[in-house]
């Protein structure tokens, strides 16, 4: 069963989930995550304390709002656009990542999170308010599909 999880970078907050696999639970097992994000188009990279090879899910074919881990540099990968290496509009790794998980909102909202100097991934299920923190990027109840 995926675990539900909230990442936050700068005034944004989405739900997301990780998959059941191995990698995903070594996720996990190491949250709550905060790092500083680095960014590679519409990709936010960022390095995680664990160590896995590539898997069964490995693919360079990934979709907006996917979720990798990437094992060359030891980093969690979400892909929100397009990347230097995308030739459509979806969006391609530098090379193969695990797909470890996926955003359950609107994905392309972390576009205004761009230049955030902390993205924090922690257990979360429930919605997030609009109330919370008075910041007007949060997702609502009214704002979910």
Request: proline share 8%.
């Amino acid at each position: 069963m995926p675990t539900q999880v909230r990442i936050t970078i700068g005034n944004v907050t989405l739900r997301a989930e990780l998959f059941d696999t191995a990698c995903a639970k070594a996720i996990v097992e190491r949250l709550p995550i905060k790092a500083r994000p680095d960014e590679w188009g519409d990709e936010y990279y960022f390095e995680i304390p664990v160590t896995a090879s590539l898997d069964e899910t490995a693919t360079t074919k990934v979709k907006v709002g996917d979720m990798g881990y990437w094992p060359p540099g030891r980093a969690m990968a979400i892909f929100f656009g397009r990347t230097p290496m995308s030739t459509g509009s979806d969006p391609v790794p530098a090379s193969a990542v695990n797909l470890v998980g996926k955003i359950i909102d609107d994905a392309t909202l972390l576009k205004k999170a761009k230049g955030a100097a902390e993205i924090i991934i922690e257990f979360g299920s429930e919605r997030i308010p609009a109330a919370c923190c008075g910041v007007s990027e949060r997702m609502t109840n009214d704002t979910v599909p």
